[in-house]
């Protein structure tokens, strides 16, 4: 007996206008479903193309639950891949990244496949003379998922093979990894710094949520950055202010500072914080680097470029992006309780060292297993997931100022402190679910 | 101008693993110089701290906020608080000048952080750079090798 699969009413009645039920957080078929429609039928990113600069190079992760292995083709094109041999189902590539050569070869039986998948050998071959071998799935090689889109060095796919286009599934939203991108002088980003890997036992749309949530930073991070922000000021008067101070003091701005900095709402579940103004806005500059850019773009276009603030942009279903700090984070669900955080930094290429280590003091305090800013979110999510058990209450509020009037509006900004961005997110994750969820069908 | 004896070197290290089993946090911040910093490196033989991730790579300003945090009335975080102990293998003498009063130790350790039900088990190796000021040890560098440094993690609360 399921709830919800073949029942895509009982799906659709989880989201009401201004809340959400409880199950969305905590029940396994949902997040079974998840798997199935939602990462299957949305563009969900894989990683970058910097990480793969030479033939042959790879790099395993998820999509969903699924394992794929992302491998620059012996074409120069990025191939992204299920990670699965089709003889046996061992994963094929094993290191995290490396680099293959011409082929995959299997470590089970030797069967080796070219980097596009399909199947190169297979050793004592005639075994399979007269099987009807070539009629069966194994012959096909390593399967491809469904469509692949590199978009300025950012790989993305959809698991399925129809769906929604890659340029209509994200609309005006790809403007903000152009503004992080045209922020290096040359126009181009690699991956840098390592990443960073923190274990949340908590629902991944959790995160998500959170990255929009502007009425949490006073509260939740009074005891990170309030403390930070008070231990300063016992700092003898002249002290320079330090760059941790920097980052950490935004983080306590006041209610009207994130009311003001404002949210920008688009299409299928995407935006971002910070229209106006953001915690990102007032870092001290890097020297050397505005008269990069404007030998780069001419002053006007440095100017625009860097004045461009965001906060944080969210990509449903599952990445954060910002933009000044060339931070991306993925949410890797794991189960319904379960989620891996990855926060990757990017080199902007030509600029000064000064802005990588800025980005990366700014992951490592804020997104590492040791980050107090990290403890603070985490305490909160695990309390909201066991809270979520108890019986008294099945839904979760998302209305602050709620319009009936925005429904179907998109690309538009709002004030800071809106749930819109939020609501958005469960519209897209209403429709992504049930686009390709048959009545009945188990 | 005081020698040290090999066993005020390793003696140290118990010292300073025990205060932070203990939680005397601010006497264990007293045992850092002004400039110290303490550095968990996220990759195996990290070299460099500042163009690359670490775990935590932090003077003494932040280590002062993350002790005052730990006491803070809205640190929900550590509500209930979390323990640790410190199982130290005995530390080796990496390198010793008594001229400058400079030693540097090595240590491994198996350390254990609980929170409520939660018990997790960290194995790594400590390096101390150590400093004689004024006729006593202080930390320069406390370095903090996990062996698995680029795993995936839970909160680690604590001090290693």
């Known amino acids: 007996m399921t709830k919800y699969q073949g029942h895509p009413d009982a799906v659709r009645a989880l989201v009401r206008d201004i809340e959400v039920h409880k199950d969305l957080y905590i029940d396994p078929e949902l997040f079974a479903l998840e798997m199935e429609h939602l990462f299957a039928n949305t563009w969900v990113y894989v990683g970058h193309a910097s990480q793969v600069p030479n033939k042959g190079d790879y790099y395993t992760t998820t999509v969903g639950t699924e394992p794929v292995v992302m491998v620059r083709h012996t074409d120069g094109s990025v191939k992204v891949l299920y990670n699965r041999c089709p003889h046996k189902g061992t994963k094929v590539a094993g290191e995290v990244c490396g680099n293959t050569g011409k082929f995959f070869r299997c470590p089970y039986h030797a069967w080796t496949f070219k980097t596009d998948g399909s199947l190169l050998s297979?050793?004592?071959?005639?075994?399979?003379?007269?099987?009807?071998?070539?009629?069966?799935?194994?012959?096909?090689?390593?399967?491809?998922?469904?469509?692949?889109?590199?978009?300025?060095?950012?790989?993305?796919?959809?698991?399925?093979?129809?769906?929604?286009?890659?340029?209509?599934?994200?609309?005006?939203?790809?403007?903000?990894?152009?503004?992080?991108?045209?922020?290096?002088?040359?126009?181009?980003?690699?991956?840098?710094?390592?990443?960073?890997?923190?274990?949340?036992?908590?629902?991944?749309?959790?995160?998500?949520?959170?990255?929009?949530?502007?009425?949490?930073?006073?509260?939740?991070?009074?005891?990170?950055?309030?403390t930070a922000v008070r231990v300063w000021k016992e700092a003898p008067e002249g002290t320079p202010k330090p760059m941790a101070v920097e980052l950490y003091a935004p983080f306590v701005s006041s209610y009207e500072f994130f009311e003001n900095m404002g949210i920008r709402v688009w299409d299928n579940g995407h935006g971002h914080t910070g229209v106006a103004d953001s915690i990102h806005a007032a870092y001290s500059p890097a020297p050397g680097y505005f008269e990069q850019m404007v030998a780069a773009y001419g002053e006007?276009?440095?100017?625009?470029?860097?004045?461009?603030?965001?906060?944080?942009?969210?990509?449903?279903?599952?990445?954060?992006?910002?933009?000044?700090?060339?931070?991306?984070?993925?949410?890797?669900?794991?189960?319904?309780?379960?989620?891996?955080?990855?926060?990757?930094?990017?080199?902007?290429?030509?600029?000064?060292?000064?802005?990588?280590?800025?980005?990366?003091?700014?992951?490592?305090?804020?997104?590492?297993?040791?980050?107090?800013?990290?403890?603070?979110?985490?305490?909160?999510?695990?309390?909201?997931?066991?809270?979520?058990?108890?019986?008294?209450?099945?839904?979760?509020?998302?209305?602050?100022?709620?319009?009936?009037?925005?429904?179907?509006?998109?690309?538009?900004?709002?004030?800071?402190?809106?749930?819109?961005?939020?609501?958005?997110?469960?519209?897209?994750?209403?429709?992504?679910?049930?686009?390709?969820?048959?009545?009945?069908?188990? | 101008m005081t020698s040290f004896t090999d066993k005020q070197l390793t003696d140290f290290v118990y010292a300073e693993a025990r205060m932070l089993d203990e939680q005397r946090f601010d006497d264990w911040l007293n045992l850092f110089t002004e400039d110290a910093y303490y550095w968990m490196p996220l990759a195996p033989g990290q070299q460099d701290p500042r163009l690359h991730a670490s775990l935590l790579y932090e003077d003494k300003l932040l280590l002062r906020v993350r002790v005052e945090r730990l006491a803070g009335a809205r640190t929900y975080s550590q509500q209930p608080r979390s323990r640790s102990h410190h199982l130290l293998q005995q530390p080796g003498i990496e390198q010793a000048d008594h001229a400058t009063g400079r030693y540097v130790l090595r240590t491994a350790f198996h350390y254990v952080e609980t929170r409520q039900d939660a018990q997790t088990l960290f194995a790594g190796w400590a390096t101390h750079e150590l400093m004689r000021v004024d006729d006593a040890l202080r930390i320069q560098l406390k370095r903090v090798d996990l062996v698995n440094c680029d795993a995936a993690f839970g909160n680690i609360n604590l001090f290693m």
């Open chain 1, 122 to 226: 297979v050793p004592l071959k005639r075994g399979y003379d007269g099987t009807g071998f070539e009629t069966h799935e194994a012959s096909k090689g390593m399967a491809p998922v469904g469509a692949v889109q590199v978009y300025r060095d950012f790989v993305f796919c959809r698991l399925n093979a129809e769906g929604v286009g890659f340029e209509e599934f994200f609309g005006q939203s790809l403007s903000t990894l152009d503004n992080m991108v045209d922020r290096s002088p040359e126009g181009r980003l690699e991956v840098a710094g390592g990443v960073l890997r923190y274990m949340h036992n908590c629902n991944w749309k959790m995160l998500v949520d959170n990255q929009t949530d502007t009425c949490h930073p006073m509260v939740a991070h009074e005891s990170s950055a309030g």
């Open chain 1, 300 to 442: 006007e276009r440095a100017k625009q470029i860097l004045g461009d603030v965001r906060h944080n942009t969210v990509y449903f279903p599952n990445i954060m992006v910002k933009g000044p700090i060339q931070t991306l984070r993925r949410f890797l669900p794991i189960a319904a309780d379960k989620t891996l955080v990855e926060s990757w930094t990017f080199r902007l290429v030509g600029a000064p060292d000064l802005l990588l280590e800025r980005t990366l003091m700014y992951n490592r305090l804020v997104n590492a297993p040791t980050s107090v800013v990290g403890h603070d979110d985490l305490e909160v999510y695990e309390r909201a997931q066991e809270g979520l058990h108890a019986r008294g209450r099945d839904w979760i509020n998302v209305g602050r100022l709620y319009d009936p009037a925005e429904r179907g509006q998109v690309n538009v900004a709002t004030n800071g402190t809106s749930e819109w961005q939020m609501r958005n997110q469960f519209r897209a994750w209403t429709r992504y679910m049930t686009a390709s969820m048959k009545e009945g069908a188990v």
